[in-house]
């Protein structure tokens, strides 16, 4: 290509190779090419009278476990020649690769609030407190004592984290050695080992509440909640087809 080109798109040093600052514009551009030619095929496969080729969906880490089981079944039974390819990861690399075309859509957290995605909110849900089962009965601190309280908390970059720091109204901490956790299901073992206590989505209760000595209580008035959506392309020939298997989506969460 350099060659064809007449241009040097590559820096090469000893240890790395880096793009100069015209093959970064060149990459872009080319981004943006691939892009349009991924929408090409999209238009035609929105022509067909059934959804099928591939689907390249991603959700949030506090979702995926919870919802896919149903949501996959569901799909393959309304979509049978839809090859499905799942990426779990945090908000903002979905974001990125949402916009970059390498995915179709992504479930998570709303809003997202980017002009160029189309946002569809499909469910509300509300979070609980987990505690040592040992605590079962006693009364459901105020978000007043939840200051005082080891709440454990996701690692950073987890948007889940941020909602439950700002129902709590506590600024964001930094990392706490052995106090914060990579995954609900950690969040909720380390509760049953007597290390504290979380908050944890509605859908995730059936799962976890089963899974250590823990006891799992709605925090009553002005309890925190969230809104989980799906989004795609504002762009996309198959925006159509997105919004009906949106529809399927919010039936396999309302009744997982």
Known sequence: MEENLGVTLFERAARNIRLTAFGEDFAMRTRAILQSVDELRDLARASRNAFSG??????????????LPRLLRDLATAYPTLDIHIRETLTPRLIDELADGRLDAAILALPISIPSFTEVALFSESFY????????????????ELHKERLLML???????DQALAFCNLPSPTPREGLDGSSLSTLVQMVGAGLGMTLIPEMAVAVEAKSAAVAVEPLGKGEPSRTVGMIWRASSPLADQFADVAEIVKAAATST
């Open 129 to 144: 407190l987990v505690r040592h089962e040992g605590t079962a009965g006693q009364p459901v601190p105020t978000v007043d």
């Open 54 to 67: 591939k689907l390249r969906l991603g959700v949030i880490p506090t979702i995926a476990p919870y919802l």
């Open 155 to 161: 690692e950073e970059g987890h948007c889940f984290r």
